[in-house]
């Protein structure tokens, strides 16, 4: 009786609506009028749950798709101004503007920033100079039997 | 209109999970004296398929909820938000039974 019923819905009321059908038949066999109406009614849950799960589905893809919207629209308004459109033809060209922009003041904060790398590797080379350089010349000396 | 579904989501008089919710209102029942009484109050018989597909509706909705049994008969008892669904559906069933014995003169002219 419970095949026309979804897996999931037998899994969890399967067995306490067989006892409900035994105790309403009370040791007598099942009529088909009640096969028809469970048959029936397991249809409908079937159709309820598809229905459910086809609503999960759109709302899914309704938030992926405004997700995607999203980032787009966020990546779209990040991208320099010039990757918007092309300019018109009486406008400077792109690589006129990038060498106007190079000539403005940075400011103090990107310097500091941007500086970083360098001393660091100004720091290495010296390190390099004052420790490791003298200990490998001692070294190839010492190997070429010079004193 | 007369299609429309009241915000409880409960129907009217022969709407299987409103003679549930009322049944369970004086206790927790199982399936079999759920239909039973039904019967006896309602005078509504209501099939394996038609009792348990309300309860499912019910469940999933928040109004009922499953007791622990170590039974196979499982049962259910009406929860905070059924109570006020129940409480809802009936008070706007009054009011429409209210003025239906007004208009028919049976209850002494109130509307």
């Known amino acids: ?147 | 209109m007369a299609s429309k579904r009241p915000a409880s989501g409960l129907r009217r008089e022969n709407d299987p999970p409103l003679l549930i919710l009322i049944s369970l209102a004086d206790g927790p029942k199982h399936g079999h004296a759920l239909a039973k009484d039904i019967a006896a109050f309602a005078g509504v018989t209501l099939g394996p398929g038609a009792l348990y597909g309300a309860i499912t509706r019910l469940e999933e909705r928040g109004l009922i909820e499953p007791l622990g049994s170590d039974d196979r008969r499982r049962p259910y008892q009406i929860t905070s938000p059924g109570s006020a669904a129940l409480a809802a559906a009936l008070a706007d069933m009054r009011r429409v039974t209210r003025t239906g014995l007004a208009r028919l003169g049976l209850d002494g002219g109130r509307a």
């Open chain 1, 1 to 147: 009786m419970l095949r026309w019923y979804p897996r999931a819905w037998r899994e969890r009321y399967g067995k306490e609506f067989l006892a409900m059908v035994e105790d309403s038949l009370d040791g007598r066999r099942p009529t088909w009028r009640l096969r028809v109406s469970v048959a029936w009614a397991g249809l409908r849950e079937r159709g309820h749950q598809a229905r459910l799960t086809s609503q999960k589905a759109l709302l899914r893809g309704l938030t992926r798709g405004w997700l995607t919207f999203q980032v787009a629209g966020y990546l779209i308004a990040v991208l320099p101004s010039e990757f918007k459109a092309s300019p018109p033809p009486a406008r400077q060209c792109a690589g006129r503007v990038l060498l106007r922009r190079r000539r403005e003041p940075v400011p103090a904060t990107r310097m500091n920033l941007a500086g970083i790398p360098q001393l660091s590797l100004l720091l290495f080379i010296f390190a390099i100079s004052f420790f490791l350089l003298p200990f490998a010349v001692e070294t190839l000396l010492r190997r070429h039997g010079s004193p």
